[in-house]
C-alpha cells in the first residue's frame, strides 16, 4: 500500500509537484477524497479522513489485486488498527 508521503515523494522525483485533490462528504459527514497528479499519469490514491488522519481507501494485495474499502471498513481500520489480511495472509 503507497503512503502518501510515498506518493509525493515518488512524484517529485519525476518531476511532479502539481496535484489535484477532489474531496467529498457523505450523508453521515464521512471526509474522503483522492489525489492525483495534475495533468500528467501516475497514481491516484483515495483516503477517508477521521481527525486530521488519512486513512486509505484501497489496499493492493501480495498477489497483485487491489481492494477499494469502504468508509466504514477504514472507520474500523482508524479506531481498531490495521486487520491482518486475509489475501495476503494465505500466500
Do not use: W
Not at 6 to 16: T, W
Not at 38 to 53: E, I, P, R, Y
Not at 54 to 62: D, G, I, T, Y
Not at 69 to 74: G, Q, T, V, Y
Amino acid at each position: 500500500m503507497k503512503t502518501l508521503q510515498h506518493y509525493f515523494l515518488e512524484n517529485y522525483k519525476n518531476g511532479i509537484v502539481d496535484h489535484t485533490i477532489r474531496s467529498s462528504v457523505d450523508g453521515e459527514g464521512n471526509v474522503s477524497y483522492y489525489i492525483h497528479p495534475s495533468n500528467k499519469d501516475g497514481d491516484t490514491l483515495d483516503f477517508a479522513v477521521f481527525n486530521n488522519t488519512n486513512v486509505p481507501l484501497q489496499q493492493k494485495h501480495n498477489n497483485g489485486t487491489t481492494v477499494i474499502k469502504s468508509i466504514n471498513e477504514a472507520k474500523d481500520d482508524y479506531h481498531y488498527g490495521e486487520k491482518s489480511c486475509p489475501i495476503c495472509d494465505k500466500e
